[in-house]
């Protein structure tokens, strides 16, 4: 099966510009997830989707992140205006709705906030 | 809320050397153990996963990994290291949340392997 397609793969902005990641997850999974990892740190939970709904968002800064599912497939997330701190890999990853099932993630956008 | 502990941010072993990294984790339950492994540029990969049941679990590329509830350690072993398991490689909890359970990631512990 084909795996979580992310895109751009990089990505290199000024502070206080706008900047788009988008992800497409695998076919028929129903739970997606965005993820941000910092350089030399574990992922951290941003947004959580099932369907085109959002389960968990308690992590994501509203003030300047924002996310969509329109279709309950893929997703667009979204930074304005950005901060030197947002330098990051963004992951994205999928999975079935099904207790046992395991995370597929994406390679990640690496963005770089100057 | 659950926190996994990586001690280790960096192991050397030689290839062909056995291999164990470190893993606690804090959670009020039954915890859900994940290994994952990052290459350089990609995404994270599941080696393996403990839900229940035998707490020894055989995990792909030949890692394996033992839960152990009364030290709340999860440490993920290879009997012999190869060259291409030098990566980053990251231990994760995971909390029941919406029909699915969310990993929650250590800081990683990268694994250097000397020829």
């Known amino acids: 099966e084909a795996g979580v397609a992310q895109s751009p793969r990089y990505k290199i902005i000024e502070k206080r510009q706008s900047v788009a990641f988008w992800c497409n997850p695998i076919?028929?999974?129903?739970?997606l997830y965005w993820y941000q990892q910092i350089l030399g740190q574990g992922p951290k939970l941003l947004i959580q989707f099932q369907n085109n709904g959002v389960v968990d968002d308690s992590q994501l800064p509203k003030d300047r992140f924002s996310a969509e599912r329109l279709k309950g497939v893929d997703s667009t997330l979204k930074i304005q205006p950005a901060k030197l701190e947002d330098s990051a890999v963004y992951l994205c990853?999928?999975?079935?709705?099904?207790?046992?099932?395991?995370?597929?993630f994406g390679s990640g956008t690496r963005l770089t906030v100057v | 809320a659950q926190s996994v502990t990586q001690p280790d941010i960096h192991i050397t072993v030689s290839e062909g050397a056995s291999l164990e990294l470190r893993c606690n984790y804090s959670y009020g339950a039954t915890p859900y153990l994940f290994w994952y492994v990052q290459s350089p540029g990609q995404g994270l990969q599941l080696l393996l996963k403990?839900?229940?049941?035998?707490?020894l679990v055989q995990g792909i590329k030949g890692f394996e990994a033992e839960f152990k509830r009364s030290q709340s350690s999860f440490n993920l072993r290879k009997p012999s290291v190869h060259w291409s398991d030098a990566a980053e490689y990251f231990c994760?909890?995971?909390?029941?949340?919406?029909?699915?359970?969310?990993?929650?990631f250590g800081r990683g512990t990268s694994l250097i392997v000397h020829p």
């Open positions: 994760a909890v995971g909390a029941p949340s919406g029909g699915s359970y969310i990993p929650t």
């Open positions: 990853a999928s999975s079935p709705r099904r207790e046992g099932s395991g995370y597929t």
């Open positions: 403990y839900f229940s049941g035998d707490t």
């Open positions: 076919s028929g999974h129903a739970t």
